[in-house]
């Protein structure tokens, strides 16, 4: 991780892990709150608690191995 | 917190020789009574040998009420404890199976711990307290977790000093937010007092130790065993590997069974909080503390799939025990009969 910035990791068949400096806005321009400094963003669609992962793509396969 | 009851020869001696002496005046007494025989059919199941073992690795975290604390450092307890945990491990490896693992980069190391996670056909305990549980088993189900729960996240720090790199980065990230990332009353651990108190607990530690059957025990003890020794840090790693990526889940189910029990905030904060952080948790233990830890040291990797698999097949025992007591109406905890000093 840098000093500055933020840095995100594509998790293969999960979610997008932000670090660093970042704020979240819902598409009113509202801030999302978390109190996590690293969060999981959901990539696959099927999180009960979007924008944050679940766990849930773990039981859906959403995405080819590579 | 207070010492427990005894459970057979070897936590009777233990019990009364903490309860009674002091540790460098008494060395005789040490003597005589630690040399007691451990036998047993199956360590897992043995309330001696789990009681005796907990209570000595508490002397490493908390300690009890009126206990010299210089018990701690005891040639003759890490004795009888080092003959304790000799016999656990073996056990430990005898059940956890051989270890499937391919060798890779630290992606391929979490994607086979996410198999595994996967795959764990464990017991739904889960399920049924989402489904079935009534409010008394849902109790049950607090009382078994809170030997863990309520010092959340300790035994896997001993692991820091003993990691290096990105592992070692990846387990302060997780801890930390275990620790409630510095806002007091945030911690995992108090969230999970909170979770207790809501039903009616008692939120102190070790409140209820005396009606934990020894499988619950030997969950903890295992942490403990895997944390406390050096040579088994890729064990602790796994471990807490496989606890988050078993975690988001199953979370959400305990979550939805206590509110259809009525409860709410802040009785369900716990299980949402480790939705929500337990997603993020699996993705570095896997990647960055197991897989770093194996990149660094590759001759760590098997260590770090036995540590996953022992704690999916204990885990497995804690849930079949639950699930098989509360199938057939009975409680899962010790009865008073059970409690009754032999
Ligand atoms: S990416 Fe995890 S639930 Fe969607
Ligand atoms: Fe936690
Ligand atoms: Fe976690």
Redesign the pocket.
Known sequence: MTSDGSKIVVCPQ??LIVRGEFTIEDGHGQEVPTNRTTV?L??????AIKPF?????KLKNFEKRS | MKLPPQRGPVSAELIDLLRTFAPENDQTACDDRLVVPLESEDILFSDDLQLSLFVLYELHYRGFDEVDERWEWNPQLLALRARIEEQFERKLREIAMDVSYVPGDAQAVAQQLFTLANDDGGPSVSNFIAREATLEQAQEFLIHKSIYQLKEADPHSWAIPRLNGRGKSALMEIQFDEYGAGRPGAMHSELFALTMRGLELDAEFGAYIDRLPAITLASVNMMSLFGLHRRLRGCIAGHLAIYEMTSSIPNARYARGFRRLGFDTPVTDYFDEHVEAD?VHEQIAGRDLAGGLIEYDPTIATEVFFGAQAACAVDALVGEHQLTAWRSGKSSLRTATERMPA
């Open positions: 999960g979610p999981a959901c990539r696959c669609g099927s999180s992962c679940d766990g849930t793509h | 997603a």
